[in-house]
């Protein structure tokens, strides 16, 4: 039915089916945006957020997919700067999570502010010393970098490329690449610590403020230094799991070993630096602000010493040791325990630095407020994941997203016109499971 | 955003800031009309297309 | 405004002629037409620019005491305007004045993104879940000169910018530059009827507050009063309301401290 559309050399199951097994996904895609309008149309009482949790499950989803988005500059980085050219094999994925990843954070941000309307006066009337500030430009201008990065990807789907101004197009955003992927890995590094400078600068708030160099405090540089180590541990894992629902190989493990080591090395040096910022600020900055290390995970329903083992500990050392030996990498359980522990940590991370601030008083005469989220926050969260399942199935049936496909599956016929309009049940790969990932 | 924004100032964080923003964008955008314009011109010559 | 010196307005409260009435609270609302909502047991989500809190000294019979503590905006001064709140507001739609020390907040710039209210210690800040809704009637007893706030949107306690400006107007119709201590005052200090608040310019040393803190600008403004404090001094905020006790547990209990340090005042 759509024959002409899917890329040469590699098999795709049948549009109806391919159409059917995403109806859940659709569904509840469907939740989502009917939750995200009434946010919009009644305003933030849909929410469980109050006057003590200003920012709670949206920004911690904000700073979560854009930590794990980080794996599309940095692969983009090693790729197109570093020169690490084997790369190429998983740089299109890369792109295509970073490009959902960012687009979400942006839809969830116009969902989060009190007045979406007035959404643009952050750009408009910019307070340049707001850590704030910078990430909504930095965050803007690289969604805009990944916009470029993903289009010479659908500019290359079999159709457009007929067309000669799109190829030409395609080949020479290919060309200038390298240009773009430099401005890209520029704003990321400043909107990634920028995203750590959010809660570092909260002078009022010792469980949050850290020291730093000049305006940057060193939460900046965790920040970035962890979507750098982590973001790529994401993408491993999501093309992992597209590799379980295709039922395909679809990246040589050559590739993944490469990124997978990068990545620990990177997780290794950042869990250090982890832990001794946390030392220092345990044993100098907090109790100079007058609230002891225990303070902070003690007195109340949730959040306990529990909490900071999980992020650094499990969700650290353990992947970090696990990447950065041979075996651990180049064993596939070991591969995806490592990136699945891995996002935990980051994603632990993320939540202390945002819920966690929230919830520590300061006041002695305050406790802690707890706070668990209203379905309209769950639905508006999962509205972006569900958007993401949608892209990945539609450009891994679409486009030359994974350029080993066709080599590693290749088509048991002789010509590759005749393999498009064979049908599933026709071929070796009988039960082929519908491309979504 | 602006200088002609009111609450615009010439100092070093306004240079700094607007500086690296600005700089970024104006490479993203020669970067693009550059690839647009060359394409425009190599589908008018007629060069190959259609397969790379 | 040039050539004269900078105002920096400010608080005491006298948390021993404090009874714990809550006119001030009331007065506050009245003012500033603070919107309310038909129940307001969740406190977590009901706006009280001026809002009392009940302190225990934790102990039984017959050695239990408890302090009534009004907590309004402390107007952070910070370092140099440096204020929390200020410093982090992405649309410039909070700004800490030089000429008053009042930090104000504008609502109609402000597009609810509440970072500052993460940044403020104090709570102080106060988001506007729903759209104001005014009993039937009640809204011809608003106050003409404050602008209701809609939904969507942070507030906070002024310090009744509104009566400054009032105030300033009246001056220069008169031929004036320069206000009477009495002729700026905040609706929580007139309705307060313990006369526990004391409201004037810090930088003025004919203004009572000036006269009870003593404000020592080499520490940033730190009280020289033994009996006066402020909350969270050890954070740097440099909160222009200080509170006055002659309680020691009190003053204590304005800031954190680690179980070894001793009483009194931080540093």
């Not at chain 1, 499950?57 to 500059?73: E, H, N, R, S």
């Not at chain 2, 002609?4 to 020669?30: K, Q, R, Y």
């Not at chain 3, 603070?34 to 039984?60: A, H, Y």
């Not at chain 3, 020390?101 to 403020?120: D, E, H, L, P």
């Amino acid at each position: 039915m759509d024959d002409a559309l899917i890329p040469k050399g590699v098999k795709r199951c049948p549009l109806p089916e391919f159409l059917m097994k995403l109806g859940p996904v659709v569904v509840v895609l469907i939740w989502g945006i009917v939750a995200m309008f009434m946010c919009w149309f009644k305003g933030l009482n849909q929410t469980n957020m109050n006057d003590s949790y200003g920012f709670a499950l949206w920004i911690w989803a904000d700073l979560t997919v854009i930590a794990l988005g980080g794996g599309a500059f940095f692969t983009g980085l090693l790729r197109y700067i570093i020169g690490k050219d084997k790369l190429k094999n998983i740089i299109n994925f890369a792109v295509l999570v970073g490009f959902i990843c960012y687009s979400s954070a942006l839809l969830i941000l116009a969902i989060d502010i009190g007045q979406p309307l007035r959404g643009w006066f952050i750009f408009w009337h910019a307070n340049v010393h707001s850590m704030l500030t910078e990430v909504a430009f930095c965050l803007t201008c690289y969604f805009g970098v990944l916009t470029i990065e993903y289009l010479p990807l659908v500019l290359e789907n079999r159709q457009v490329d007929q067309v000669s101004f799109f190829h030409h197009l395609s080949h020479n955003m290919h060309e200038v690449m390298p240009i773009f992927a430099a401005t890209g890995a520029f704003l990321s590094f400043f909107h990634q610590g920028s995203l750590g400078g959010v809660a570092g600068v909260l002078f009022g708030r010792p469980f949050a403020f850290r020291e730093g160099i000049l305006i940057w405090p060193w939460t900046f540089f965790l920040f970035t230094w962890s979507a750098a180590a982590y973001g790529p541990c994401f993408t491993i894992m999501l093309a992992k799991i597209t590799e379980k629902i295709t039922k395909k190989k679809l990246i040589k493990d050559d590739v993944y070993a490469l990124l997978a080591k990068i990545s620990g090395w990177m997780m290794a040096t950042y869990i250090m630096a982890k832990i001794i910022d946390t030392w220092y600020w345990a044993v100098v900055t907090a109790p100079s602000k007058g609230q002891g290390f225990m303070e902070f995970y003690s007195d109340n329903a949730f959040y306990g010493i529990w909490i900071l083992i999980l992020e650094i500990v499990v969700g650290g050392v353990i992947p970090a040791a696990i990447l950065i030996t041979r075996k651990g990498r180049s064993t596939p359980a070991l591969l995806m325990i490592a990136v699945v522990l891995a996002v935990i940590g980051v994603s632990v991370n993320r939540w202390v630095m945002v819920l966690q601030v929230m919830a520590v008083p300061v006041l002695t005469f305050e406790g802690w407020p707890m706070y668990y989220p209203s379905w309209q926050e769950v639905a508006t969260t999962l509205l972006p994941v569900a958007y993401g399942i949608l892209l990945v199935a539609f450009s891994y049936r679409y486009l030359p997203v994974f350029p080993q496909e066709a080599e590693l599956n290749p088509i048991d016929l002789e010509s590759d016109e005749t393999a498009e309009s064979v049908t599933a049940s026709e071929t070796a790969d009988a039960k082929l499971s519908p491309a979504k990932a | 955003m602006f200088p002609f924004n009111f609450e615009w100032i010439w100092d070093m964080s306004h240079m700094v800031f607007m500086g690296g923003l600005w700089f970024a964008l104006t490479i993203l955008g020669l970067g693009m009309t550059y690839c647009v314009i060359k394409a425009a011109i190599d589908a008018a010559k007629g060069k190959g297309g259609g397969h790379h | 405004m040039k050539n004269e010196q900078a105002k920096k307005y400010g608080m005491v409260i006298d948390l021993d002629k404090c009874t714990g009435c809550g006119a001030c609270m009331v007065a506050c609302m009245a003012e500033n037409n603070v919107p309310f909502k038909k129940d307001e047991t969740n406190k977590l989500d009901s706006i009280t620019w001026m809002r009392v809190f009940q302190l225990t000294n934790g102990k039984s019979f017959p050695e239990t005491d408890i302090c009534y503590i009004p907590r309004p905006c402390m107007h952070c001064e910070g370092e140099h305007g440096h204020s929390p709140c200020v410093s982090v507001c992405p649309a410039t739609a909070t700004d800490y004045s030089q000429q008053t020390g009042i930090v104000s907040q504008i609502y109609t710039r402000c597009f609810g993104c509440r970072y500052c209210m993460a940044a403020c210690p104090y709570h102080a800040r106060y988001f506007n879940w729903w759209d104001p809704v005014w009993p039937n009637g009640m809204e011809k007893y608003l106050n003409p000169n404050v602008s209701p706030r809609m939904r969507g949107v942070v507030e906070k306690c002024s310090f009744c910018f509104h009566r400054y400006q009032r105030a300033m107007e009246k001056a220069f119709l008169e031929g004036r530059r320069e206000l009477e201590e009495e002729e700026y005052q905040t609706a929580c200090t007139q309705a307060c009827p313990a006369g526990a608040i004391v409201f004037g310019d810090l930088n003025n040393e004919k203004h009572k507050i000036h006269q009870i803190v003593n404000p020592d600008p080499a520490h940033r403004g730190r009280p020289k009063n033994p009996k006066a404090f402020r909350l969270l001094e050890r954070l740097g905020t440099n909160p222009k309301v200080y509170y006055l006790s002659s309680r020691e547990w009190v003053r204590r209990a304005g800031d954190n401290y680690l179980p070894h340090e001793g009483s009194g005042k931080g540093h």
